[in-house]
């Protein structure tokens, strides 16, 4: 199972959230390479680069962190937030990102996320599933739908997506484990490379996750509060 490190960004800064709710803000490092040099100098290869600018604002806005991790580091970097329009993802490409998740465009324009899917391929493209309360949220977790979790991912898988990464808001910085149950009904009802986001806060948490078939899982705020140290994290690698 991949171990991935998020940096979800803010106005150029490294801050977490708690439930996706940009009121809860904290600042982390005002320097987010800084960040990248040491997720990568403790041998962990892959971050989840998030642009909460972005996913708020409907439109790329830290596109400039993605250049100066991508250009200074080796690291295989997965970017989103703000992606709709083929301008943002070549964006993102361009500027170094190896992969590019896009949720909320999945939900409101289906036909131009296959399209992306088609372009790119599976490989490039990552579904991003958030949910709460097992419903697909949108738009940086400002907009709820009323689509169940489970078909959506499902959906996706059938025309052709390899790789989705689900978020549980309600788990999300809140340090209190995962949706481990919800994972491995997921990944039971449908054969996806599923990455977990969302609440992980011990290295028990991620053994449950690799045991529950998890492709990969997102460790974030656990490192930044101390929970968990990179070190630590480079030795599940």
Not at 42 to 58: R, T
Not at 128 to 143: F, P, Q, Y
């Amino acid at each position: 199972m991949r171990i991935i490190v998020a940096l979800d960004i803010i106005g150029g800064k490294c801050v977490r959230l708690r439930q996706g709710d940009f009121n809860t803000k904290k600042v982390y490092n005002e320097d987010p390479l800084e960040v990248a040099r040491q997720v990568e100098d403790n041998g962990i290869n892959y971050i989840h680069l998030v642009d909460l600018d972005g996913a708020k604002n409907k439109k790329i806005e830290n596109i400039k962190v993605l250049e100066k991790i991508a250009g200074k580091t080796n690291l295989i970097i997965d970017f989103g937030g703000g992606i709709r329009s083929y301008d943002d993802l070549n964006a993102a490409f361009n500027s170094g990102a190896n992969q590019v998740t896009a949720g909320s465009i999945a939900v409101t324009d289906q036909i131009l996320f296959l399209e992306y899917l088609s372009v790119f391929g599976s490989e490039k493209i990552i579904l991003g599933a958030d949910c709460i309360n097992r419903k697909v949220s949108t738009g940086g977790w400002l907009e709820n739908s009323d689509e169940d979790i489970i078909s959506f991912i499902s959906d996706y898988r059938s025309k052709g997506v390899k790789y989705t990464i689900c978020t549980d808001i309600e788990k999300d910085g809140m340090l209190q484990g995962p949706s481990t149950a919800l994972y491995k009904e997921i990944l039971g009802s449908v054969k996806i490379n599923l990455i977990a986001s969302g609440g992980i806060s011990s290295l028990n948490d991620i053994e449950d996750l690799r045991k529950s078939g998890c492709e990969g899982a997102i460790i974030g705020k656990a490192v930044y509060e101390g929970k968990l140290t990179l070190i630590e994290l480079g030795r599940q690698c």
